[in-house]
């Protein structure tokens, strides 16, 4: 029996598949059945030449294989098919015959391949390094994921705040557009300012007489309280005022102040402003000093220095702006006139008291009523502690936000008013003519001016009026002569009643004509111009 040996492994053909080869025996131990071994041989290892074949497992190779040294490969024995027996020819003596050439290899047919297990790894195999492969693509995973988190959250944030921007952007613009800040649109305070002042206006008005316990003199003024503009204003009267009296003659604002006592003055600014004053308020000069006080002194920018006075006991104020002044020296400060100078400078100093005071006044209406309740003082019936509290907390948020004026109205040297003084004082801030807010059948007020050139002729013209049962606002003299006598109105609806202010004076209705935009005075309902042609009815 033949011995076997086993193949050894050479490496692997270039599609990775292993090579063995069979370790070349000893050439004595085919000596013995040369011809049996040559025929397998030349089955299994050698060509028809004799020479040596290399066979490998798997897929053959597409080129030809390299002549290599004589090599037993390893093949699977197998039971040689039976034949006649023939013996086994002698050994050739001396050297064998040279072989032919060797004929280039025929391919033989490609062999179905012969995958083997140990080739593949199965899925089901655990390789030591997967562990680690999920791990790291669970760390990446994650990590992308966060980073797709982080940039959702960045995103939503930026919305967010672009969100936060607009609605703040457009509540500004709407703030703005509210309070009518906003330069190239009106606003609705604005439409609600502009209706306020071509339409009816409600106005609340105080009279306040100042009166000086040391030095005596008063100076009057009116507080108004526009309730539909959301105003404020004070308007300083001057003494030299004409205000009619109940007999139809005429005194002086001063005078009416000391014998008509509060109540005569009051209706005398009524029927000559054509105003509905609500009260008055008798300031004494040693209330004033006590409200001064009381609200923690107050700040003026004073035009002028005011001395010392050791008798009337008087501390001196400083000039300039923003002087602070104590209960005292604000009533120094609101009283001096120095000699020579007009009356209108002393009311001036008044009512830079009165603005400075009223805006160190509270605006709540209670915390006002505490303070003028603090003052101690008995007011005029027409005006309780709790109206004159209320009207002056009203003023006073006025006077903070500055929609506050102060006006000096301006007289003729006859006492009466000027044109300019009825049109921009008593129209605009106290209103003009309130017979439409009082109602056709209200007394109409009639004006009346002398353009006769003699001073007699109004005092019949004037005399027929008061006992027509009218209310006569004497319009002084006209800047100039006129020869005809006129008699105009300013509202349409006051057109009967000038008709029949013409009948009670013995003119035709000729006369009766509508007054334009400047003329007439603005402060009655009816203005009569007597002329040179007037004669006494």
Do not use: C
């Not at 001395?307 to 400083?318: L, Q, R, S, W």
């Amino acid at each position: 029996m033949n011995d076997r040996q086993e193949p050894q492994f050479i490496g692997y053909d270039q599609y990775g598949q292993p090579v063995y080869a069979q370790v070349p025996a000893d050439p004595q131990s085919y000596g013995q059945y040369p011809q049996a071994y040559g025929q397998q041989q030349q089955a299994y290892g050698y060509d028809a030449y004799g020479q040596p074949q290399q066979q490998y497992y798997g897929y053959e190779p597409q080129q030809p294989p390299q002549p290599q040294q004589p090599q037993q490969q390893w093949i699977p024995q197998q039971a040689p098919a039976p034949g006649p027996e023939t013996a086994a020819p002698e050994p050739a003596a001396g050297p064998a015959p040279e072989s032919a050439p060797e004929p280039a290899p025929v391919p033989e047919q490609r062999r179905t391949p012969d995958y083997r297990t140990e080739q593949f790894s199965f899925l089901d195999q655990p390789d030591e390094d997967s562990e680690d492969v999920i791990d790291w693509l669970k760390f990446t995973e994650s990590r992308t994921e966060r980073r797709e988190e982080a940039r959702r959250r960045g995103r939503n944030r930026v919305v967010a705040l672009i969100v936060v921007l607009a609605l703040f952007v457009a509540a500004g613009l709407g703030y703005l557009w509210y309070t009518d800040r906003l330069p190239f649109l009106d606003g609705p305070e604005k439409g609600k300012a502009a209706a306020a002042q071509t339409g009816p206006q409600k106005r609340d008005v105080i009279v306040v007489h100042l009166h000086n316990t040391k030095k005596g003199g008063t100076a009057t003024a009116l507080l108004v309280d526009n309730v539909t503009a959301k105003k404020g204003a004070t308007v300083l009267l001057p003494n030299a005022l004409s205000v009619p009296k109940d007999d139809g003659t005429s005194v002086n604002l001063g005078t009416s102040v000391a014998e008509d006592g509060l109540g005569g003055t009051r209706e005398a600014l009524d029927a000559m402003l054509g105003t509905k004053i609500g009260g008055t308020w008798r300031l004494d000069t040693p209330y004033l000093e006590n409200l001064v006080q009381a609200v923690g002194g107050i700040e003026v920018d004073t035009d002028t220095a005011v001395p010392a006075d050791d008798a009337a006991k008087t501390p001196a104020v400083g000039q300039g702006q923003k002087q602070s002044l104590n209960g005292a020296m604000a009533v120094a400060y609101a009283t001096h006139r120095a000699q020579g100078e007009p009356e209108a400078k002393q009311l001036e100093r008044f009512g830079r008291v009165l603005l400075a005071t009223l805006r160190k006044m509270p605006g709540d209406g209670k915390a006002a009523v505490l303070t003028i309740e603090s003052l101690g003082q008995i007011l005029d019936p027409s005006l309780t502690e709790q109206a004159l509290g209320g009207s002056l907390a009203k003023l006073a948020e006025h006077a903070k936000t500055g929609a506050y004026r102060t006006d000096v109205l301006q007289l003729k040297p006859d006492g009466t008013l000027t044109d300019e003084a009825g049109r921009s004082v008593v129209k605009e801030v106290l209103g003009g003519t309130l017979t439409a807010s009082q109602g056709s059948s209200a007394t109409p007020r009639v004006g009346l001016r002398n353009a006769t050139g003699n001073d007699k002729a109004p005092l019949a013209a004037k005399a027929a009026l008061v006992n027509g049962g009218y209310t006569f606002v004497d319009g002084g003299k006209a800047g100039q002569p006129q020869t005809a006598t006129q008699i105009t109105y300013a509202d349409e609806a006051q057109r009967p009643k000038a008709v029949e202010v013409a009948k009670t004076l013995g003119l035709p209705e000729t006369v009766v004509k509508k007054a334009g935009a400047e003329g007439g005075a603005v402060n009655a309902d009816v203005v009569v111009t007597l002329g040179k042609d007037f004669k006494a009815p």
